[in-house]
């Protein structure tokens, strides 16, 4: 049972361009959203986060949107650069969760010089 | 400044045989430590958590197992690997209390053959 959702295997974009990367999530317990990214071979890195009392988070070129009536968030990048080209993880967690994190399975962009 | 060193970073094993991973956390105390796994196409796996000495928390059944022998020391093994088992496994470690962020380990890429 996927409770966080990733739809999107991979996507591409142009420079300067704009990313968004989609997640879906079933446990309506959630209350917190997390996006890593990771290169080949590396382990993952945390990029920015939300709290389910936000919609919006933002944080330089990136900025997280959370709609909770939709149980959707999703990622924005902006401009998109080369070395953005990455896996991205969407993951959750809730109150009580006894300290773990729900990862998506990932979506790989690739941004185009 | 806080850093994780998890090794080897990658290893090819035949089946049948063991197995032990090791990952140490420093310049934090008392951390929540974790293993996940990447298989091949998929997201990322919580395998075990650990908030304390001793005190391990698994998952999913399978053929591994983990050990906390020290507080900033965090094990995986396995006695008989099985081709199931390759993957890229990923130590990470939170603060204490909170799984809000998790902080990666550079990961082992495991072959079994």
């Known amino acids: 049972d996927q409770q966080v959702k990733q739809n999107s295997p991979s996507l591409s974009v142009q420079e300067g361009r704009i990313s968004i990367l989609n997640c879906d999530y079933t446990n309506s317990m959630f209350d917190y959203f997390l996006w890593y990214k990771k290169y080949p071979a590396e382990g993952p890195t945390f990029l920015i986060s939300i709290s389910s009392i936000k919609d919006k988070n933002e944080d330089g070129r990136f900025t997280v949107f959370l709609n909770k009536s939709a149980k959707h968030l999703s990622l924005h990048i902006v401009p998109s650069q080369p070395g953005d080209s990455a896996v991205y993880f969407c993951a959750a967690s809730a109150r009580g969760s006894n300290y773990k994190l729900t990862f998506g399975k990932g979506t790989l962009l690739t941004v185009n010089p | 400044s806080q850093t994780i060193h998890q090794w080897p970073a990658t290893l090819v094993q035949p089946v049948g045989s063991p197995l032990s991973l090791e990952c140490t956390v420093e310049?934090?105390?008392?951390?929540?430590l974790y293993w996940y796994r990447q298989a091949a196409g998929r997201g990322l796996q919580l395998l075990f958590y650990s908030v304390g000495i001793g005190q391990i928390s698994s998952e999913v059944p399978q053929n591994l197992s983990a050990s906390r022998p020290q507080d900033r020391q965090f094990i995986l093994s396995s006695k008989k690997l099985l081709l199931s088992d390759s993957g890229f496994y990923l130590c990470?470690?939170?603060?204490?209390?909170?799984?809000?962020?998790?902080?990666f380990g550079s990961g082992t890429q495991l072959s079994v053959l």
């Open positions: 990470a470690w939170s603060w204490l209390g909170t799984n809000e962020k998790l902080f």
């Open positions: 310049g934090t105390s008392n951390p929540n």
